[in-house]
């Protein structure tokens, strides 16, 4: 289709609320939240930013219900099994979708007005661990702790220098000669180890919140 039947078949769509943050989404997940202006957007719909500001009321607006879609892509804590389980899984849906959008890291938990799915999927993840005998304060910190891992994990993953074992083993070509064994004996050693065992920072995550969760079980058990 030509360029310009294709921008005149856009524009026959009707524009509403959903249409305009599939658009903003889609901006932020290419360039980052800072891309995201009602000028970039009007331009993606093919239609006038001022039009866009039927459907929201500012880029504040835009952010909190492009968030909310975050939240909805993420799996709400299962019922039926132990909150062990039903909070790993939630952690793994939640970092893959962060890896997905990792513009929202930062901004999961900034909203002043959070939208449905975002209100759903705390009530869920504190229903769980209500359901389970937490104490309010008790199921705050381990929601707390969860997402401060969650959060980190996706942040991390998503700056890191190296993605696979072959590029890490590139990376230690140049910066393991750079430490000296006298003065960075352990950090020498560990990159050398890494290097050699093909370590893959991704394959972390699982590990990472099982040790978290056996925290968080002990002191539930020593409690009770």
């Known amino acids: ?109 900034s909203l002043t007005r959070p939208g449905p799915a975002n209100l759903r999927h705390h009530d869920s993840v504190l229903g769980v661990l209500r359901g389970a005998g937490f104490s309010s304060a008790a199921a705050t910190r381990a929601y707390n702790l969860l997402d401060s891992y969650i959060y980190g994990f996706a942040l991390q993953e998503a700056h890191l220098p190296f993605g696979t074992p072959e590029e890490l083993a590139e990376l230690g070509k140049s910066m393991i000669p750079q430490l000296s064994s006298e003065e960075f004996p352990f950090l020498r050693q560990v990159g050398i180890d890494l290097v050699q065992s093909g370590f893959v920072y991704a394959n972390e995550f699982e590990p990472g919140i099982d040790l978290i969760l056996d925290g968080i079980e002990r002191r539930v058990r020593l409690k009770s």
């Open 1 to 109: 289709m030509p360029t310009g039947a294709k921008r005149t078949a856009t524009r026959r769509l009707p524009l509403n609320r959903g249409r305009v943050l599939r658009a903003a989404l889609e901006i932020a997940d290419k360039g980052g939240s800072e891309s995201l202006t009602m000028s970039n957007v009007g331009q993606k719909l093919g239609v006038e930013s001022m039009s866009l500001y039927r459907h929201v009321r500012n880029k504040e607006d835009l952010l909190d219900g492009i968030v909310d879609i975050v939240y909805s892509e993420i799996e709400l804590p299962p019922s039926g099994v132990s909150w062990r389980t039903s909070m790993r899984r939630r952690a793994i849906s939640a970092r893959e979708v962060l890896a997905r959008h990792p513009w929202a890291i930062g901004l999961m938990e």
